[in-house]
Structure formats: C-alpha cells, structure tokens
C-alpha cells in the first residue's frame, strides 16, 4: 500500500525574493505548458510518421489568492514595479520562482518569470479572489524524487 500525505501550508512557493502566502480554498499555483513538447504527421503514403521537438518553453502560471492577504499584496507591488518599467522603456526586472513540494522533493524553478495578466477586479457576497498569472520563460523541473515505484 502506498500513502501519500499532502498538505499545501508546506509547499514552499517564492517569487521575487519572497515567499507567496495567502492562497485561495482549491488550486493555489498550476502551471501549464504553451504548447505541446512535439508534434506528429503521418508520412504522406502511410509508410511512415514524423514526430518534431518542439522548442516553446513558455509556460502559464496561474496564481490564486485571496485578496487582502500579504502574499497578494506582494504580488501586486510586484506586477506594478514590472509594468512601470515597461511603461518608462527599459528591461523588465523578471522575477526568479521556485515551487517546492518537501513531501515528494518535486520542484519547479524559473529565472525569468514576467507577469501576464492583472486580476479582475469583483466584488461580491464572499470574500474575493485574486487570479494573477504571469510567463515563465524555461521552467526546470525535478519530477518527485522523493517517490519510490515499487
């Protein structure tokens, strides 16, 4: 039998020199690749296939806060500093992140994250959330080494 224990309030998620707190109930981070790691065409009289590397490294992030916590706060500063620098015509400072799962060793690093979208803006009977995502340039993963097959 294989056990597996979880628990968000340990994952490890920093960006920009600080550690993000304050996630919304569900999905905190999720990371999504751009476009597929290769493609395929069947060879024109079926003889063959040919499959192609895909060289886009761009991923989405996807960060969900609940507003009015330190983390989103952070962010915000964050996604302001970015585009104020973009605005006056120089270089965007990217960010370095790093998402570590210590239960599994499973760990997502980045040196350039750059923000994609601000969140919307609501206001509601419950308290509102912040979806924030941003651009991660060449994303490197170790894929849960702590994790034995057995």
Do not use: C
């Amino acid at each position: 039998m294989i056990n597996i224990f979880w628990g968000l309030a340990a994952v490890q998620f920093n960006l920009g020199g600080f550690r993000v707190e304050g996630f919304a109930d569900g999905d905190a981070v999720t990371i999504v690749p751009e476009a597929d790691s290769t493609t395929a065409r069947p060879g024109g009289d079926g003889s063959h296939n040919v499959f192609s590397r895909m060289n886009n490294r761009l991923h989405t992030m996807t960060i969900n806060l609940d507003r009015g916590t330190k983390g989103y706060k952070q962010l915000m500063d964050a996604f302001d500093a970015q585009i104020e620098e973009f605005d006056d015509g120089t270089s965007i400072s990217a960010l370095e992140m790093s998402i570590l799962n210590p239960f599994t060793g499973e760990k997502v690093t980045d040196a350039q994250v750059v923000f994609r979208r601000l969140p919307d803006s609501n206001w509601a009977t419950e308290a509102p959330q912040a979806t924030i995502t941003a651009w991660l340039s060449d994303p490197q993963r170790t894929n849960a080494p702590n994790v034995s097959i057995t």
